[in-house]
Nanobody, 125 residues
Framework: QVQLVESGGALVQAGGSLRLSCAAS????????MAWFRQRPGKEREFVAH????????YYRDSVKGRFTISRDNAKNTVYLQMNGLKPEDTAVYYC??????????????????WGQGTQVTVSS
């Protein structure tokens, strides 16, 4: 049984930092693209970043480039999202996702088979 368990969400002031973690089990971790999505209040779920693994550059949505960093530790079956310079508009539930790698774009949530339960990030102004 595949499980993705996020942690690290919190209330933080604007300009602050958080690191989200997602621990995966029940899958061959290094064979999956790992991603973070978020759902802001009143909005649809949106892509944040993905990491295909060794030899690939991570990919980010424009609004988080230069502020967020996605990384993975295949030995620990864990993916991270380091978030710096947080803004109130980053307030959302953040979800970890795992999908089988393809040569096509991996920003569509439909490409991901497995999802975590989400972790709340709230950024106060």
């Amino acid at each position: 049984q595949v499980q993705l368990v996020e942690s690290g969400g919190a209330l933080v002031q604007a300009g602050g930092s958080l690191r989200l973690s997602c621990a995966a089990s029940g899958l061959t971790f290094d064979g999956f693209v790992m991603a973070w999505f978020r759902q802001r209040p009143g909005k649809e779920r949106e892509f944040v970043a993905h990491n295909r693994g060794t030899g690939y550059h991570p990919y980010y949505r424009d609004s988080v480039k230069g502020r967020f960093t996605i990384s993975r530790d295949n030995a620990k079956n864990t993916v991270y999202l380091q978030m710096n310079g947080l803004k109130p508009e980053d307030t959302a539930v953040y979800y970890c996702a795992a999908g089988r790698s393809t040569t096509a774009s991996m920003i569509d949530s439909g490409k991901y088979e497995y999802w975590g339960q989400g972790t709340q990030v709230t950024v106060s102004s």
